[in-house]
């Protein structure tokens, strides 16, 4: 059974990433289309050339910023496009009768557009970081713990829009909540502007939320001012919720989901 | 003039009528619309927390400037996206013989052919912000909401004229759907003063591509501090734009040999 799984997993990898390499121009061009933390980085830099704001000068911002775009980019999955047109195309009843859940090819293809996407994104942050003088705000020695959290980050992203591309099965169109994810992500993520800035209440509140635990952590975690403990243990309560429910969203909509022309 | 009036109450007709099938889509986009609303002035309530102005220009102001920015996004990702944008689409699946055929013109049909009804909350909620802010600012006057509209429609075509222009290259690239990206990811630099950028954007963007004139106008026209050289200005980008990407679409449609052909 997994070695079945496995042979299957890398034919499918072998696959996706061919058609990414062909659509690359694509897959380069969306990376263009999550720059809103770069330009918020120079909004706030401009901000702070006088004096620092909150705490931040431009060169903490431009460390902050840089690698709060590296989770975002990190966090953009298109699980609900694929999903919503695979339903309404009716191509979705072909990836039912294949012996695999199609949850695994969807985590499947959108590692696949990473293997091609991160490269690029390591290479902008890094020309950043060399550019503004921040590469000396990295500890080092959390590097393994970032890494974690970036990719429970990723899975909790994935597996949240995973949960609602399932609610296709019942109404053909949820296209539109994929942007609500985007915009919560992006503003209580932190990548609008650094979370510290904000009153300690809201903050606390904000905490309770899966969003800061996926974009402001990290960065957070990086720079050595946030303990591992509390934030990868939420990361992982919450990755755990979301695929609790998308199981029982499977379940339940398996059942009753017809075949578009069927 | 008669005719376009009825081909608009027949296309729009028919674009409600498709709405009105997804009405959980419409609640969801009332939502994400609020949300989205409510994050941008999340922002400018951090920023203004901390700073007095903005590139000069005081909250209240840059609030207006932001519900423009809301007006002309929700214009270009709800309006402009399912009209001028499907023009990728209609080249290769070979629809745009049938636009052709008809009696009408051919850059208006694919120009006005949805309305859709799901962009409504978010409009409503710009004009809000923006009412409230020339509220706030005591320029609610009538000579400022009659330049207010017309620099807004002045904005609302060079938008257009900006979308036609790129997407009539789908007669020669077809697979272009993605310059939109391109255009949002860019445009976003317009919900914030030019000002508050570092001097070599702010010339990018006045410029190389007059993204600042597209809401920097209509918000000071909002806010009664119109500058006269901006005022001359957008009308004549606005009718240039026109006249030009009307020219490219004509050039185009020589061009053109039908996408089996």
């Given at each position: 059974?997994?070695g079945?799984?496995?042979?299957?997993?890398?034919?499918?990898?072998?696959?996706c990433?061919?058609?990414?390499?062909?659509?690359r121009?694509?897959?380069?061009?969306?990376?263009?289309a999550?720059?809103t933390?770069?330009?918020?980085?120079?909004?706030?830099?401009h901000?702070?050339?006088?004096?620092?704001v909150?705490?931040?000068?431009?060169?903490?911002?431009?460390?902050?910023?840089?690698?709060?775009?590296?989770?975002?980019?990190?966090?953009?999955v298109?699980?609900?496009?694929?999903?919503?047109?695979?339903?309404?195309?009716?191509?979705?009843?072909?990836q039912?009768?294949?012996p695999?859940?199609p949850?695994l090819?969807?985590?499947i293809?959108?590692l696949?557009a990473?293997?091609?996407r991160?490269?690029?994104?390591?290479?902008?942050v890094?020309l950043?970081?060399t550019?503004?003088?921040?590469?000396?705000?990295?500890?080092?020695?959390?590097?393994?713990?970032?890494?974690?959290s970036?990719?429970?980050?990723?899975?909790?992203?994935f597996?949240m829009?995973?949960?609602?591309?399932?609610?296709?099965?019942?109404?053909?169109?949820v296209?539109?909540a994929?942007?609500?994810v985007?915009?919560?992500?992006?503003?209580?993520g932190?990548?609008?502007?650094p979370?510290d800035?904000?009153?300690?209440?809201?903050?606390?509140?904000?905490?309770?939320?899966p969003?800061?635990?996926?974009?402001?952590?990290?960065v957070?975690?990086?720079?050595g001012d946030a303990e591992?403990?509390?934030?990868?243990?939420?990361?992982a309560v919450?990755?755990?919720?979301m695929?609790?429910?998308?199981?029982?969203?499977?379940?339940?909509?398996r059942?009753?989901f017809?075949?578009?022309?069927? | 003039?008669?005719?376009?009036?009825k081909?608009v109450r027949?296309?729009w007709?028919?674009?409600?009528?498709?709405d009105?099938?997804?009405?959980f889509d419409?609640?969801?986009s009332?939502?994400?619309a609020?949300?989205?609303?409510?994050?941008?002035?999340l922002?400018?309530h951090?920023m203004?927390s901390?700073?007095r102005?903005?590139?000069?220009w005081?909250?209240?102001?840059?609030?207006?400037?932001?519900?423009?920015?809301l007006?002309?996004?929700?214009?270009?990702?709800?309006?402009l996206?399912?009209?001028?944008?499907?023009?990728?689409?209609?080249?290769r699946?070979g629809?745009?013989?049938?636009i052709?055929?008809k009696p009408?013109?051919s850059?208006?049909?694919?120009?006005?052919?949805h309305?859709?009804?799901?962009?409504?909350?978010?409009?409503?909620?710009?004009?809000?912000?923006?009412?409230?802010?020339?509220?706030?600012?005591?320029?609610?006057?009538m000579?400022n909401v009659?330049l207010?509209?017309g620099?807004l429609?002045?904005?609302?075509?060079t938008?257009y004229?900006i979308?036609?222009?790129?997407?009539?290259?789908?007669?020669?690239?077809?697979?272009?759907?993605?310059?939109?990206?391109?255009?949002?990811?860019?445009?976003?630099?317009?919900r914030?003063p030019?000002?508050?950028?570092?001097?070599?954007?702010?010339?990018?963007f006045?410029?190389?591509?007059?993204?600042?004139?597209m809401?920097?106008?209509?918000?000071?026209a909002?806010?009664?501090?119109l500058?006269?050289?901006?005022a001359?200005?957008?009308?004549?980008?606005?009718?240039?734009?026109?006249w030009?990407?009307h020219?490219?679409?004509?050039?185009?449609?020589?061009?053109?040999?039908?996408?089996?052909?």
């Amino acid at each position: 059974m997994i070695g079945h799984v496995i042979r299957f997993s890398r034919a499918y990898f072998r696959t996706c990433f061919a058609i990414m390499l062909e659509y690359r121009a694509t897959v380069y061009l969306w990376i263009f289309a999550g720059v809103t933390p770069l330009i918020m980085m120079f909004v706030w830099r401009h901000l702070a050339a006088a004096e620092p704001v909150g705490g931040h000068d431009p060169k903490s911002f431009a460390f902050y910023f840089l690698l709060a775009f590296l989770s975002t980019q990190c966090c953009t999955v298109w699980v609900v496009w694929n999903v919503d047109y695979a339903i309404r195309s009716g191509t979705y009843a072909i990836q039912l009768l294949r012996p695999f859940d199609p949850w695994l090819a969807e985590v499947i293809e959108n590692l696949s557009a990473y293997a091609l996407r991160v490269p690029l994104n390591l290479l902008i942050v890094a020309l950043g970081l060399t550019l503004t003088g921040a590469w000396d705000l990295i500890q080092p020695a959390q590097a393994p713990v970032y890494l974690l959290s970036l990719i429970l980050a990723w899975q909790l992203m994935f597996n949240m829009n995973y949960a609602i591309s399932l609610l296709c099965l019942w109404s053909e169109r949820v296209k539109s909540a994929d942007a609500w994810v985007y915009t919560m992500l992006y503003t209580l993520g932190g990548a609008l502007f650094p979370l510290d800035l904000l009153s300690p209440a809201v903050r606390a509140a904000i905490a309770w939320t899966p969003f800061p635990w996926m974009v402001n952590f990290p960065v957070q975690l990086l720079a050595g001012d946030a303990e591992p403990f509390p934030g990868l243990a939420m990361q992982a309560v919450w990755l755990a919720i979301m695929v609790i429910s998308h199981r029982i969203l499977w379940r339940l909509g398996r059942k009753q989901f017809g075949a578009v022309g069927g | 003039m008669m005719r376009v009036l009825k081909l608009v109450r027949a296309f729009w007709g028919n674009s409600l009528a498709l709405d009105l099938e997804y009405r959980f889509d419409f609640l969801v986009s009332a939502v994400t619309a609020l949300f989205t609303t409510g994050a941008g002035l999340l922002v400018l309530h951090v920023m203004f927390s901390y700073a007095r102005d903005l590139g000069g220009w005081t909250f209240h102001q840059a609030l207006a400037l932001y519900g423009i920015y809301l007006l002309l996004e929700e214009f270009a990702s709800g309006f402009l996206t399912y009209n001028i944008g499907e023009m990728p689409e209609l080249i290769r699946r070979g629809d745009l013989d049938f636009i052709l055929l008809k009696p009408a013109s051919s850059q208006l049909q694919v120009s006005i052919r949805h309305f859709r009804l799901v962009g409504l909350p978010a409009y409503l909620l710009a004009l809000g912000i923006l009412f409230y802010a020339m509220v706030e600012m005591g320029s609610l006057t009538m000579l400022n909401v009659a330049l207010l509209i017309g620099f807004l429609a002045c904005a609302m075509l060079t938008v257009y004229a900006i979308w036609t222009l790129l997407h009539t290259l789908a007669f020669w690239l077809v697979r272009i759907e993605n310059l939109s990206q391109i255009f949002f990811a860019v445009f976003k630099v317009a919900r914030f003063p030019i000002g508050a950028f570092p001097g070599p954007m702010q010339v990018v963007f006045t410029i190389v591509i007059p993204i600042a004139f597209m809401t920097t106008v209509p918000a000071s026209a909002a806010a009664g501090m119109l500058d006269w050289r901006h005022a001359v200005a957008a009308p004549l980008i606005a009718a240039l734009g026109l006249w030009l990407s009307h020219r490219f679409w004509q050039f185009a449609l020589r061009h053109y040999t039908s996408a089996s052909s």
